[in-house]
């Protein structure tokens, strides 16, 4: 079970001392928005972590704004929520009064009861009697009925995305891996699940028909990437260097995905400003296109907005 934590940055102590020893022991991942910081927004990330949380804890001690509005996505997300705060509970929005808020105190003779309360929260939830009672789903439940309806409609898309690679990947080896409608069928559908092995399948099969196109060893790189094998990525690099003497602003695309994929945004921000003036040189002008995409993209997560 994944718990995000919404609370201020001011009591990190009750979140590292108490909250996250706790619910690990209970055999859950918990995590609060500054948890994994890298150069993404922060903004995205607590997003993205509201989103993916099973259940959200929100401390709205101090009443500070940052929690409620996080607290109000996980209302907007349908998350089953669990407040808490030091505050009297009288000190409580109205628009909130009437749902339960936890008020624990960090008093020695008092933190127990807080760890067994957070504890029967989390039984709650994976007994399944816990749910999203919240101002969206009391006050608008049409709202409620088409996320849920929304998200049976993703549930019933994967699946058939994966009936989709089954059958592909058996016509496929009954034809003997040749027929290139397949092929490509299986590659679109397979980036789509983030599904490595028919990715890899894909992609050998691009590289050994058209060892020049880049598409080949963006699937290898991407399906070695997922599948953690670097020393195959590594090869898909060393090849793509190979190709250098047959097609140079290929190739140098090719290498730059590798390098990006590697995790050296540098050097492939480098390999593909190379790969745009040979493809400006030789008049590769489909190939231009999207190399000033990749730069583009590449140099915004850089912060270099002006590459």
Same mark, same amino acid.
């Given at each position: ?8 940055? &001011?009591?990190? &102590? ?19 928005? /500054? ?18 949380? !099973? ?41 909130? %009064?009437?749902? #339960? @808020? ?6 020695? !003779? ?12 989390? %039984? ?12 969206? @789903? ?27 690679? #089954? ?16 092929? !490509? ?9 983030? #599904? ?16 020049? /196109? ?10 070695? @990437? ?43 921000? &480098? ?8 493809? &400006? ?24 907005? #002006?590459?």
């Amino acid at each position: 079970m994944f718990v995000f934590v919404v609370m201020p940055f &001011k009591i990190l &102590k009750v979140y590292e001392e108490i909250i996250k020893p706790t619910l690990e022991a209970e055999g859950c991942t918990v995590e609060r928005g /500054d948890t994994h910081v890298t150069q993404q927004n922060i903004v995205r990330r607590i997003l993205e972590q509201i989103q993916k949380a !099973d259940l959200v804890i929100a401390d709205i001690t101090g009443k500070n704004p940052n929690v409620f509005y996080e607290l109000a996505l996980a209302h907007a997300f349908l998350k089953p929520t669990f407040v808490i705060t030091t505050d009297n509970l009288d000190r409580i929005p109205f628009d909130l %009064k009437s749902y #339960d @808020t936890y008020r624990y105190s960090l008093d020695f !003779d008092k933190v127990d009861e807080f760890k067994n309360r957070l504890r029967q929260h989390v %039984k709650t939830f994976s007994e399944g009697k816990l749910t999203a009672a919240n101002p969206v @789903t009391d006050f608008l439940p049409e709202y409620k009925a088409k996320v849920s309806e929304e998200n049976d409609n993703d549930e019933r898309y994967k699946g058939t995305l994966e009936t989709i690679v #089954d059958l592909a990947q058996t016509a496929l080896s009954v034809s003997g891996y040749n027929d290139w409608f397949l092929h !490509d069928l299986l590659g679109t559908v397979a980036l789509a699940l983030e #599904d490595q092995m028919s990715i890899i399948i894909y992609g050998r099969a691009m590289v050994h028909k058209f060892p020049s /196109d880049y598409r080949g060893y963006y699937y290898l790189a991407k399906g070695y @990437t997922l599948d953690n094998d670097w020393v195959n990525l590594r090869r898909v690099m060393e090849i793509a260097i190979k190709q250098v003497k047959l097609n140079k602003e290929n190739a140098i695309f090719n290498l730059g995905v590798a390098q990006e994929q590697l995790g050296q945004p540098d050097l492939a921000l &480098k390999s593909y400003m190379t790969a745009l003036d040979l493809a &400006k040189e030789v008049g590769n002008y489909p190939l231009r296109d999207i190399v000033q995409s990749e730069i583009s993209r590449l140099g915004n997560i850089l912060g270099m907005n #002006d590459t």
